[in-house]
């Protein structure tokens, strides 16, 4: 066992973890003992690159803290930082990890390892003095065997780790950098199931019965063979399902593969509205000892792609409503937390989303068991560039001598995912367009294919049609229209589309053999909560996306009307208009559901962060997300916009999303200004009215009856703060997260939408707060301060518990307002 000489508590908790497995189904037992979380009580030092090159000595400060970390976000938002906007102007650098830890006597004849699920990047780790490795990709997880080098029993051992982020711009977004996944050490039996070791397929599928494959890998690190026995067992929650037992003889230093099967009678296959997952437990055992377990879940479905019929789920056809997610986390920067993926999970999912890509880069394991359980058809992307580089120092450097392992490593990692429908071999590669491209992905297509052949493999291509032939009209026309030769080379199982949304129609002509998927569509872009008075007035985006910002609001704010866009990109009812018009049309994948920092499309100061979200970085929606939510769910609908604050007199386009009704009118202080009706493809209705203060109410009619009404106020001079958390109660696990929303209203009660008062925080009993934000791109406020300016009336403060169970005081003040204080529990 092991033994942290460093978190007592840590330990202790593991004992009792240890006592609970033993009253729990077979399905939990022994787990504990094979991985545990090796994230608390980290010794952190960043170095001066300059000062301190690359080098701790004796005399190195040294703080405490936990991972997952990410010191990036913690630094000061800088205009000449070597990131550039791109990487949201947060400085890279050079850092250094270590631990003190014991490991017990009787663990001197297993094997433990230790496994990172990412470091950005470039990281190298030393046990004891002994050199373990080195990994350039920040993204993909990886495992080092410190067996050979450990002390054993009282005697401590020493694990250091060497982050190198310093080469920048090494990204076109923003990264962060440190051990910013988790960590975990394992320890084994010298015979044992191997890391990632075992594959589920179901080959066949019916509601009355479904095959199961195992395939699973054996290590034996002993000297000598070994005669054993491995046992498969399927779990429903607590209940077992079957079971298949099969006898082995591995030599000694030697891996083994074996296949078994299995059936499950009348199955509940897993799909969007019901992800219901089975347990495997793979059992190795030597003369009737079970010596090691191995979990994996997974789950029982049949899909596959149409050329004509789009996604077909369980012999259901479905429509892929997707977006595109980077990796960070808003204010908590690129440190994972559980329950903030989640947090973003729930949020796409009321506004309709079954559909998530990770872009562009193999994600944390989080957060496809999250997309497992709650019903999300992923697409896993495994690189931004091949070996043509973006940015001076990115992954293309490192392409030669490591694309291979890290995309195995993706796919063994990954593949038992039953989220996971469709493999991405890499985003806007710009070897797309020549052979040597086409060469690469025949490379990339037979690594996928050798350890998965049940997902199709596509790339995300801009676009797969040559978009510079004379007008897109007539392209089509013509017999010679010009192919990405990556989309017409065969390599490829779906064509995948970034944007082109004008071409998406003549897909059957273009590619009559492969199925369609569009990767990443729209390109909207918003401010939440600002709005041109007229949106008519409002126009496209400038003509080249590296010119400063010359139309829209000023201050680079953007027009949250859906009427600003990129030149290669469209609005978002533009695009989702063509999608839902055609089966053969299997889905999409907006860019993006979410802001993150870095990439501020035009690359201009003093913004920080992107205006592609339909939520921005506080987690807060703009306008558009109730378009989808109109469209994409069962809900019943009505939002207007924008907010009921103007000039008397002025003129003020007032829009409505609906669903469910036949019409919408609008009243000002109760007098009818007009009803309105969507017409053909229409996805909003509209009235330009003066304005004059007091409300604003909607009102959705179908068949002459009240569907849904809405009102918006004009608000008085603020007054107040609200405070409003997303859980009043969380776990005190140290990890666990509250995420609490400050409003600012006036005296009654009604949110005032151009307040941005600077709000203080403070915060009583055993936890803390780990983040701030209002989701303005423009702010250069740190995210780790306790202090924060809202936008459009509205801030979020991130409240992380503590160890110890008990109440969590947190109030927020701001001058010239009544404060506002929240308990939540932790226990």
Known sequence: MLQLTSCKKLGLLLMCALLLTACKSSTDQKFSNRKVSFNADWSFHLNDSIIDKDTIRASTKWRTLDVPHDWSIEGKFDEKSPAGYGGGALNGGLGWYKKTFKVAAEDSTKITSITFDGVYRNSEVWVNGHYLGKRPNGYIGFQYDMSPYLNYGEKNNEIIVKVDNSKQPNSRWYSGSGIFRNVWIETTDKLHVGQWGTYITTPKVTTEKASISFETTIKNQYKEGKKATVTTTIFKEDKKVTSVTQEITINGNENQTLNQSAEVENPILWSVENPELYTAITEVSLDDKIIDQYKTTFGIRDFKFDLNKGFILNGKQVKIKGVCLHHDLGPLGSAINTRAIERQLEIMKE??????????????????????????????????????????????????????????????????????????????????????????????????????????????????????????????????????????????????????????????????????????????????????????????????????????????????????????????????????????????????????????????????????????????????????????????????????????????????????????????????????????????????????????????????????????????????????????????????????????????????????SEINFSLKGNGKIVGVCSGDPVSHESYKGNKHTALAGKCLVVIQSGDTSGRLELTAKANGLKQSTIVIITE
């Not at 998530?356 to 896993?380: A, W, Y």
């Not at 043509?388 to 990115?394: A, G």
């Not at 593949?415 to 052979?435: L, M, T, Y």
């Not at 604050?645 to 009118?665: F, I, L, M, P, R």
């Open 351 to 756: 506004m309709g989303v079954n559909g998530i890509r990770t872009s562009h880069n193999p994600p944390s394991p989080e957060l496809l068991d999250l997309c497992d359980k709650m019903g999300f058809i992923v697409m896993d992307e495994a690189f931004d560039m091949w070996k043509q580089t973006k940015t001076k120092y990115d992954y293309g450097n490192d392409w030669d001598k490591w694309h291979k392992q890290d995309l195995i490593d993706q796919l063994l990692r990954d593949r038992n995912h039953p989220s996971i429908f469709v493999w991405s071999i890499g985003n806007e590669i710009p070897e797309q367009w020549n052979e040597k491209g086409v060469e690469i992905a025949k490379e990339l297509a037979a690594i996928t294919r050798q350890y998965d052949k049940t997902r199709p493999l596509t790339a995300a291509m801009n676009p797969p049609v040559n978009m510079n032939i004379d007008a897109v009209t007539l392209q089509f026309e013509k017999k010679d229209v010009s192919i990405n030769p990556l989309a017409g080379s065969g390599v490829l199982d779906l064509i995948g589309y970034n944007y082109a949304h004008q071409t998406y129609e003549h897909h059957l002509k273009n590619f009559p053999n492969t199925p369609f998927i569009a990767t990443e569509t729209t390109s909207g872009l918003q401010t939440r909560g600002y709005y041109d008075a007229v949106s008519d007035t409002i126009k496209k985006w400038p003509v080249r996306w590296d010119l400063k910002f010359t139309e829209g609001n000023p201050g680079n704010t953007v027009s949250a009307y859906d009427q600003v866009q990129t030149p290669w990109g469209s609005t978002h009812e533009a695009t989702w208009k063509v999608i839902k018009k055609h089966d053969f049309l299997s889905g999409m994948y907006i860019w993006t559901g979410f802001d993150y920092i870095g990439e501020p499309t035009p690359y201009e100061w003093p913004s920080i962060s992107s205006y592609f979200g339909i939520v921005d970085l506080a987690g807060f929606p703009k306008d558009v997300y109730y378009m989808y939510q109109s469209e994409w769910t069962d809900k019943t609908v009505l939002h207007i916009f924008p907010h009921w604050n103007w000039k008397a007199g002025q003129t003020v386009d007032v829009w409505a999303y609906y669903n469910k009704a036949d019409e919408v009118e609008l009243f000002v202080n109760g007098k009818s200004v007009g009803k309105r009706s969507k017409k053909g493809d229409d996805l909003h209705v509209m009235w330009r009215i003066p304005f004059e203060a007091g409300t604003l109410k909607a009102i959705s009619r179908k068949d002459g009856k009240v569907v849904l009404e809405k009102e918006i106020k004009t608000a008085g001079n603020p007054s107040q703060l609200k405070l409003t958390a997303d859980r009043s109660t969380i776990k005190a696990d140290k990890n666990d997260l509250s995420f609490v929303t400050v409003d600012i209203l006036d005296t009654n009660g009604t949110l005032v939408p151009n307040a941005n």
